[in-house]
């Protein structure tokens, strides 16, 4: 970023362009939402300072996701780590429908983001992939997607899953209490 600006704002350019291309090809078939990949983050925070988020990547991100949006679908962001210091950007500035990944591990709780921006984003995640998942006794997946629950399914929005990705050190048994504990106490109307 700081030794070839204009090279970065190149490459971030064409995949900006490139990814609303193709998500308005999907949306033409029948998509009614996109799935944006973009980690910004690691588990400590941003992966370049928030300045320079404002100024090269948001724009590029805004125009992308306003011409999806423009086509009558909703757009989902895709972003480990620990992004508190530019999540308010991705929501307010960006104009994100739904956040997917709520990465604990990084330091983000889900009960935080929903009182923050439960009224204005969905969430999606939070059940921990990096431990949770792979090395917990499925009393604990059953446990944490109770409390993810608990957490943010009030006032509606709330995709319980993995706060990352099932992966292939995902116990099948694990992954498959997660989906059967959300059945049994996540459906809406929540109470």
């Known amino acids: 970023v700081y030794k070839q600006l204009d090279l970065i704002k190149d490459v971030l350019g064409f995949f900006s362009w490139y990814g609303a291309e193709l998500a308005k090809q999907f949306i033409d ?3 009614d ?3 944006i990949c973009d980690d910004m983050c690691n588990r400590k925070g941003p992966f370049i300072s928030p300045k320079h ?3 090269i990547v948001f724009p590029l991100l805004r125009k992308q996701v306003n011409e999806i949006q423009s086509k009558s679908a ?3 962001l895709h972003c480990c780590g620990n992004t508190s210091l530019i999540l308010d950007d991705l929501v307010n500035y960006i ?4 956040y997917h990944a709520i990465e604990p591990m990084a330091g983000m709780d889900i009960g935080v983001v929903k009182e923050k921006y439960g009224d204005q984003i ?8 990096s431990y949770t998942l792979c090395l917990g006794s499925p009393e604990d997946v059953k446990k944490e997607a109770i409390e993810v629950i608990k957490k943010a399914a009030y006032g509606g929005g709330l995709n319980v899953n993995s706060s990352n990705s099932i992966h292939n050190a995902v116990k099948l048994e ?5 989906i059967k504990t959300v059945h049994k106490y996540g459906r809406y109307p929540y109470n």
Request: aromatic share 10%; proline share 0%; with cysteine.
């Open 29 to 31: 078939l029948g998509v």
């Open 33 to 35: 939402a996109i799935l």
């Open 53 to 55: 988020f404002k100024e």
């Open 74 to 76: 909703k757009v989902i």
């Open 95 to 98: 104009g994100i429908n739904g």
């Open 122 to 129: 969905s969430l999606f995640g939070n059940v921990d992939c």
């Open 174 to 178: 694990n992954f498959q209490t997660m």
